[in-house]
């Protein structure tokens, strides 16, 4: 059983297991997964993932990565953290992803709410942001459905495989808002 954080209707955030990594490294590795995530190419070895494990588990003050838990099943679908937490501006910046499996179910949208309640009424944060590449729809539709707004844009920024360079978008959200 892992500890559960914040439970919503379909899934909940938990604290990540040691043996939640081998799903991690099969999802980073996935071409599918990582399309719109930084370094589309790169390969991860097992390795890797332990070492990313024992660095979010040492930097809790600046990282907070939290298993997404399906509740019907108990089963990991995907991670979401919030990043570069900065108390002296309040302020961090959102990243996640989910299995291929599991996309489509309105889980990445639920999992970003538990995210925004955790950063606002947990860490008492008063700002949230996040950076897209904009053919990534679905992460596009999961910010907006969760109040953020569009506020910036670097052109051309990032080359993705199959869809040439790419702009990123970067995307805010205020508590109050
Ligand atoms: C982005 C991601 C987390 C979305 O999670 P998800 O659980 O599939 O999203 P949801 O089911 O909550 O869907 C959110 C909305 O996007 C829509 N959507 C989902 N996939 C879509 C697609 N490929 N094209 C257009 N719209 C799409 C859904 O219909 C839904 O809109 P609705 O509520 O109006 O019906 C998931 O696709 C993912 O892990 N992608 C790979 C990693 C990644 O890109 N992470 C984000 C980096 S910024």
Known sequence: MRPVVLKGNLVSLAVPLRDDVRKAWLWFNDRSVRLFLTAPEEVFFFEDEMEWYERIRKAKEREKVFSIVENSTSSLVGFIGLHRIDHRDGRAELGYFLGR?????????????????????????????????????????????????????????????????????????????
Do not use: M, T
């Open 101 to 177: 499996e599991h996309w489509g179910r309105g889980y990445g949208s639920e999992a970003v709410k538990l995210a925004l309640d955790y950063a606002f009424n947990w860490l008492n944060l008063r700002k949230v942001y996040a950076r897209v590449y904009e053919p990534n729809v679905a992460s596009i539709k999961v910010l907006e459905k969760n109040g953020f707004e569009l506020v910036g844009r670097l052109r051309k920024h990032h080359h993705v495989p199959g869809y040439g360079f790419v702009d990123e978008l970067i995307f805010e959200r205020f508590r109050e808002e």
